[in-house]
């Protein structure tokens, strides 16, 4: 097993290597087709939304499908030089009284981050900050064999374009006379931070490694092959593969994309919750779901034309925000993300889908206490 691991981290180190190689190439000629260089400072210039829901058809143990949000967001841009943030949210449903009962909710936050933009691709740092909440209710309200690790690290990353959310379709020409065509090209991102300090698990790194193999375009839709990889090492070294498969498909603006996909997860089960002992669980998961991305830009969403025709996905609309309460019994803050989508439009009516969260945080930690969905 450990011959295992040194191999896969020689091959996760050397992706970045060959992904170098590989967008080089035309790197000029895409920078000025795409603009994505700004000639002086620019607020929010881009922002990549995802939005995925799929089943466990071998479930992990209880979980039963899974929720995900995930937002990219560049928030200030000065030439090549970029500033963001970047926001998941991954929520388990499914406990030993309801299959569908929120279980706990996990988040993957870049609190603060730097990229340098090189073209085709990106070299940055970053603050990240994780942690698994636990969702108690009436009939399971315990925390013992549960996820409630959190933890912070910093460190720097490595990726292409074409990671990015709503840029996976970066470069391809879907306006071709020809209705087939060999894509056969890669993207990837690396990672590699250093702990900083965690509860409820013990960390020292953390190594993250992405290759996405597109194959080939035919008409709208791209087949593609993608392998993950996370190395954790702490007292052990632990490896936390997936490989997904699915297809893309270039619907306007958007990207809807049905995938199935293999994991084997490390997770820090909690063993004691007063003294914050826990233990590694290796669990293995098979989630079959959809998911769809789109990139807020004004490239991609110039405005509304102005048409009496039919249009789809004419506007996204998005709001976010986080309060603390100066005085409150029982809370100590408040959240609320709402996720608006004109999904079809035919003047004068329009069809929507709008999607919100609100939330309470706990007065002793800030973890969420009392959380609402609206669909």
Not at 144 to 164: C, I, P, Q
Not at 222 to 240: F, H, M, N, S
Request: charge should be negative.
């Amino acid at each position: 097993m450990v011959q295992i691991i040194r191999h896969f981290a020689l091959v996760i180190i050397m992706v970045p290597l060959l992904l170098l190689g590989n967008v080089a190439q035309a790197e000029t000629a895409q920078e000025n087709k795409d603009g994505d260089v700004p000639q002086g400072w620019e607020l929010l210039p881009r922002v990549g939304v995802s939005l995925e829901y799929g089943g466990f058809i071998a479930q992990q143990e209880n979980y039963t499908s899974q929720l995900r949000r995930s937002l990219e967001i560049d928030v200030l841009q000065y030439q090549r030089h970029i500033f963001y943030l970047n926001f998941n949210e991954q929520i388990a449903l499914g406990t030993p009284p309801n299959n569908w009962e929120f279980s706990v909710m996990k988040y993957n936050i870049v609190l603060g981050g730097y990229r340098y933009d090189f073209g085709n691709y990106y070299l940055g740092l970053f603050l990240h900050h994780q942690c698994n909440n636990p969702i108690l209710s009436q009939n399971y309200n315990v925390v013992v064999d549960r996820v409630e690790a959190a933890f912070d690290d910093v460190g720097l990353e490595f990726l292409t374009k074409t990671m990015r959310l709503g840029m996976k379709d970066r470069g391809i020409n879907f306006d071709s006379p020809e209705n087939f065509e060999f894509l056969g090209r890669f993207a990837g991102e690396f990672s590699a931070s250093r702990v900083l300090c965690g509860s409820y698990i013990i960390l020292d790194y953390l190594v993250h490694g992405q290759l996405r193999y597109d194959i080939l375009r035919y008409y709208h839709l791209i087949p593609y092959v993608e392998l993950t990889g996370d190395l954790t090492a702490g007292p052990t070294t632990r490896l936390a593969p997936a490989v997904e498969v699915g297809t893309r498909l270039h619907f306007g603006n958007v990207d809807f994309t049905p995938f199935i996909k293999w994991s084997r997860d490390q997770e820090a089960l909690t063993t004691s919750p007063n003294d914050e002992k826990f233990a590694f669980i290796t669990k293995n998961a098979l989630l079959c779901g959809g998911r769809m991305e789109v990139l807020l830009d004004r490239k991609t969403f110039p405005g509304s034309p102005a048409t009496d025709g039919l249009q789809w996905f004419p506007e996204i609309h998005g709001m976010g925000n986080y309060a603390l309460f100066l005085k409150n019994p029982f809370f100590s803050a408040f959240g609320d993300m709402d996720l608006d989508f004109e999904v079809l439009r035919w003047k004068p009516w329009t069809l929507f889908l709008y999607t919100g969260m609100n939330f309470e945080s706990r007065k002793q930690d800030f973890k969420p206490d009392k959380i609402n969905y609206s669909l």
